[in-house]
């Protein structure tokens, strides 16, 4: 292992190396961008740069370039709201133009013919990478998408009794309101400590809800207002115990690609992604994962023809439909890879502490005090976090962000509390991190501007 020094000096000339390569490439192609020769430099950086540990490669900034470099970004704003929809990186945009230049040249054909198979390609390496079989794996186009298939998918009857949290997301509630509404089921409602640092009593809360009637559980892996990170394992192995086994749907959406895991091991029947948040696969482009002996008893959301019914597919059918998006996960998939999943988590978590504990240390004696409802616990979250600051309005607070300094957060209004939310990406320099910081101590100290 590395010192310190010897590890900065192992990547400082790599990275040099890479920006040069990139620099290089982008004059390279028509289109601005060359996919191969920026490939070539990334996987380059990260083969010469794979000394040191997670947690120190998170801190060092010259790793983090080159990376950095990979996004077509207006760095004239700063943007904190990466947990709403995150900007895909070039090779991803390059990708998602090839496929659609190319399925233009003769629709009928390139579509159905030559695209649509490559999908199970990307099916494969997706599957693959989180430790499922590709027949468990259907793309959607988002979150919503893939929990509505599960929500509407399972026989749920007039008295049947679903369990969820009051902080999981609005979408997902709303659906269940109206199956209330249409159907006569029962939406069953548990608070959680906010923040939360106890496993056990998220488990024992769940627990406590469930009634005989209980015939699902819906929660979030990372409650996506505060950050928390929910123990999905723990809540499915209480779950099989109870009714003969109630489905666990898990609300992957800001867990898939930020936290370091692998689908196999939480233990959950159907799990629901956006790639479009931490993959930074193509917009509305999302993932259903459904345990290979639950598919059967899942319906589609559109009908699907009998011998389909154990088919992962069957979830796919929605039309016409562009294959690019789908196509193009492979590209933000490799670009995943090269960065690393721990080294990612690591990088996440350090930004949330870079801006967080600064805020942290001055706070006392300050105008308006901050507090956090996002636990900076390593254990309970990672790249998300949520503030408040005592007396003033968050959506004022966002809404100065915005307008005197063009910081882009997350104001979040919820009937158990309310703050802002800061979302990073491994994009974000800590110099921005800086000037939020420097602007929100001033908001400490001096409150709203008139």
Known sequence: MLDRRGFLGSIALPSAAALAAFARSVDAS???????????????????????????????????????????????MINLNNGGISPSPRVVLEAMRRFSDHANTAPAYVLWKLQEPQRES???????????????????????????????????KA????????????RMLATFRQMERRNGIKLVLIKLPIPCENDAEVVSRLEAAITPRA????????????????PVNMIAAMARGKNGGIPVVVDGAHAFAHLNFKLADLGCDYYGVSLHKWLFAPHGTGLL?????????????????PEQDEDIRKFEEIGTHPAGPALAIADALAFHQTIGDARKEARMRYLRNYWAE???????????????????????????????????????????????????VNAISHDEFEGIRVTPSIYTLTSELDRFVGAVRQIMKDGLAA
């Open 122 to 156: 990307v099916r494969e390496a997706v599957a693959n990478h989180w430790g499922v079989s590709a027949e468990e794996i259907a793309f959607t186009r988002n979150a919503s998408e893939s929990l509505q298939i599960c929500q509407l998918g399972l026989d749920l």
């Open 215 to 230: 015939r699902m559980i819906l929660i979030s892996h990372v409650i996506n207002i505060t950050g928390q990170i929910m």
């Open 358 to 408: 600064r805020l942290a240390d001055t706070s006392e004696g300050a105008a308006h005090p901050v507090v956090f409802h996002t636990s900076l616990d390593p254990r309970f979250s990672c790249g998300i976090a949520t503030f408040q600051l005592r007396g003033l309005e968050s959506g004022k607070i966002a809404s100065e962000l915005w307008e005197r300094h063009k910081i882009l």
């Open 289 to 305: 994962y459904v345990r290979r002996d639950k598919i059967k008893g899942l319906w589609p959301m559109m009908a699907a023809k």
């Open 159 to 170: 008295g049947d009794e679903v369990v969820t949290t009051t902080q999981d997301y609005p």
């Open 30 to 76: 028509e289109s601005g961008f060359d996919r191969e020769a920026w490939q070539d430099s990334l996987n380059e950086w990260a083969d010469r740069a794979t000394d040191g540990s997670p947690m120190q490669v998170a801190a060092d900034e010259d790793f983090w370039r080159v990376p950095q470099q990979a996004f077509a970004i207006d760095r004239s």
